[in-house]
């Protein structure tokens, strides 16, 4: 047996004997993790203070050259004639804000200036996974997986991150939590991790005046079940009991923070900060935003797209004064989506499916401040298959340095079977794990380049 099927025979097997759905509603709790995957005990260092990492997913391939524009290329211009930000000195009053004199946000995401001001805000441009897929299904699940080369596999490189290292707190009934209505492929055989559209309102459904009894009468049915079940609903309820220790409905933001709980991303980021600030353990958060296909009427400038950034950088700002400022907590917040957009407008004044995206990465221990790529150029030649960004950086590259240097994660081959990363220089002080045995790509104090 190759190892391909090594992975994919073994992973199959032990999560078809191990997944069940939780007693709550359509709550997943997830507590094991397959068996070939090696267990790596915390390391420990002066440095102890592991980061919390929020993974927030752009499904529908965000435009990447409207979230970072790259407002010193005349071909973006030429490409986009209604589309395109217009470049910083043009006049216009939604013109980019400059970056570093080659790269700029849109006007909408205003917001975090301030904090890629402060070197807590890093760019990843023309990156993702050099995999020619331009299918939402299959891209996401590559992204998610974090292995395209195995493609029977099942658990998130999320997940297997935790089911690889200690937990923050020992026997902590809660280490990853996914926010939405379905479990995220990324955190797929995360160990003690639970799904749910509303932190406010998790629990047993019901009457409330019922609600001992049920509880009573839970508890002597699964008394009584085989050993997994019996475990998964004693969890199931630690769990409800945990959460219902926190006030989300009341949370009080710090540092002046304004979320808008009119916005699902809003109240998502919102419960967010409040479940890192209630320090009970949870190590892994991940949000799901839709809404980012903008095959008609794309509104770059004014519009769609142009709300959907307004919306996303206000949630980020409002996360960053309230958790992270000043001497905050040690949040790394990675922003993904599973692919870029097309170069070229489209008649229907929107984008199609495309290949190189952009990331943001958020964090006190972040070397942000800059644009960080291996920039290809956007002319005919440089393009992929003549009309997309190319993928010059692996997303891969930029997380597995965090799992290693800002989460104490020694296994990051068990994490990217099959995928050697290169560090590129994007956590800061104090790693937690030390070392670079890849061959670092060091930007130094450049605010962006190597542009090829």
């Known amino acids: 047996m190759n190892d391909l099927q090594h992975y994919s025979c073994r992973e199959y097997l032990e999560m078809s004997r191990r997944q069940f759905l939780a007693a709550s509603g359509a709550t997943a709790v997830a507590f094991s993790s397959p068996a070939w995957l090696p267990r790596v005990a915390l390391a420990q260092d002066a440095c102890t203070d592991r980061d919390v990492i ?7 391939a965000a435009d990447c050259l409207t979230l970072c524009v790259p407002h010193g290329e005349d ?21 980019a804000l400059d970056l570093d004199g080659f790269f700029g946000f849109p006007q909408t995401m205003a917001q975090l200036l ?8 890093l760019v990843v441009h023309a990156t993702g996974l050099d995999a020619v897929s331009r299918s939402h299904f299959d891209a996401i699940r590559m992204t998610e997986i974090g292995a395209p080369a195995i493609p029977s596999m099942f658990s998130g490189w999320l997940g297997r991150h935790l089911a690889s290292v200690a937990p923050i707190l020992p026997n902590s009934a809660l280490r990853a939590l996914n926010i939405g209505s379905t479990l995220r492929r990324i ?21 409330v005046q019922t609600m001992s009894q049920r509880r009573v009468a839970l508890d002597a049915m699964y008394a009584a079940a085989i050993a997994e079940q019996k475990v998964a609903a004693e969890t199931t309820q630690l769990t409800i009991d945990l959460l219902s220790t926190i006030d989300f409905q009341n949370y009080a933001p710090a ?8 916005s699902t991303f809003g109240k998502a980021i919102k419960s967010t900060a409040a479940l890192v600030m209630a320090d009970v353990g949870v190590e892994a958060v991940a949000i799901e935003i839709g809404g980012w296909d903008t095959h008609i009427e794309m509104g770059a400038p004014q519009g769609v797209l142009a709300d959907k950034l307004v919306d996303l950088a206000a949630g980020l700002s409002a996360f960053y004064a309230d958790v992270m400022a000043g001497n ?4 790394t917040v990675v922003v993904q989506s599973e692919f870029g957009r097309r170069l070229l407008e489209n008649g229907d004044e929107g984008t199609d499916h495309g290949h190189g995206g952009a990331m943001l990465v958020m964090g006190r ?14 002319q005919p030649e440089n393009l992929f298959e003549g009309r997309d960004l190319q ?16 989460m104490a994660n020694a296994n990051l081959a068990g994490v990217f079977p099959n995928y050697t990363p290169t560090f590129r220089n994007v956590t800061s002080t104090c790693p937690l794990s030390g070392g670079n045995p890849t061959g670092a790509w060091r930007t130094g104090q450049n605010r962006h380049v190597q542009r090829q």
């Not at 955190?187 to 009457?207: E, I, K, R, W, Y």
């Open 391 to 406: 993928v010059t950086i692996d997303y891969r590259d930029i997380v597995a340095e965090i799992l290693q240097e800002r």
């Open 365 to 378: 221990q972040i070397n942000g401040g800059q644009v960080l790529t291996l920039w290809p150029g956007l």
């Open 255 to 262: 540092g002046g923070a304004v979320y808008d709980d009119n």
């Open 75 to 95: 071909a973006y211009y030429d490409a986009r004639p209604t589309q395109a930000i217009p470049r910083p000195d043009s006049g216009s009053p939604i013109d």
């Open 187 to 207: 955190l797929n055989d995360a160990p003690q991790t639970v799904s749910t559209a509303d932190l406010t309102t998790f629990g047993l459904s019901g009457s």
């Open 114 to 121: 301030p904090v890629f001001a402060a070197g807590h805000l």
């Open 54 to 60: 929020v993974s927030i997913f752009l499904a529908g």
């Open 328 to 331: 905050g907590r040690n949040v």
